[in-house]
């Protein structure tokens, strides 16, 4: 797959999670969040929780399944740019959670799987 064709993916990935995240009750506060150099794909609230979401999609698993490619580095980097939001939106003691949404794409259509609290 060429670069121009996975930004697509990710950002049809990243349109279809949103859109299952809110049909699911959630509120999506950002979209595409940076801080210093990393980037945060969703922030949302559910209830009273802080959900800061890495989305993945793939066309196939043959480099394993899309939320294996939330790699201990990917985490770290994600937690740092969390601990930047919550910093620049001076939040404290808010419960806050990681979330990941593996969307791979078969026969034409979406599977999406929902993954709570992935590390």
């Given at each position: 797959?060429?670069?121009?064709?996975?930004?697509?993916?990710?950002?049809?990935?990243?349109?279809?999670?949103?859109?299952?995240?809110?049909?699911?009750?959630?509120?999506?506060?950002?979209?595409?969040?940076?801080?210093?150099?990393?980037?945060?794909?969703?922030?949302?609230?559910?209830?009273?929780?802080?959900?800061?979401?890495?989305?993945?999609?793939?066309?196939?698993?043959?480099?394993?399944?899309p939320?294996?490619?939330?790699?201990?580095?990917?985490?770290?980097?994600?937690?740092?740019?969390?601990?930047?939001?919550?910093?620049?939106?001076?939040?404290?003691?808010?419960?806050?959670?990681f979330?990941?949404?593996?969307?791979?794409?078969?026969?034409?259509?979406a599977?999406?799987?929902?993954?709570?609290?992935?590390?």
């Amino acid at each position: 797959m060429s670069p121009i064709n996975s930004r697509i993916q990710g950002k049809i990935g990243e349109d279809l999670a949103a859109r299952f995240l809110e049909r699911n009750g959630f509120k999506i506060l950002e979209r595409n969040y940076r801080f210093e150099r990393g980037e945060i794909d969703l922030i949302a609230e559910e209830g009273s929780e802080l959900v800061f979401i890495e989305v993945k999609a793939r066309n196939s698993t043959v480099f394993g399944a899309p939320e294996e490619a939330v790699t201990e580095e990917k985490q770290e980097q994600v937690r740092t740019v969390a601990d930047g939001y919550l910093y620049e939106h001076d939040i404290d003691n808010r419960p806050c959670r990681f979330d990941v949404v593996a969307i791979e794409f078969k026969n034409g259509k979406a599977e999406i799987r929902h993954i709570r609290d992935s590390f």
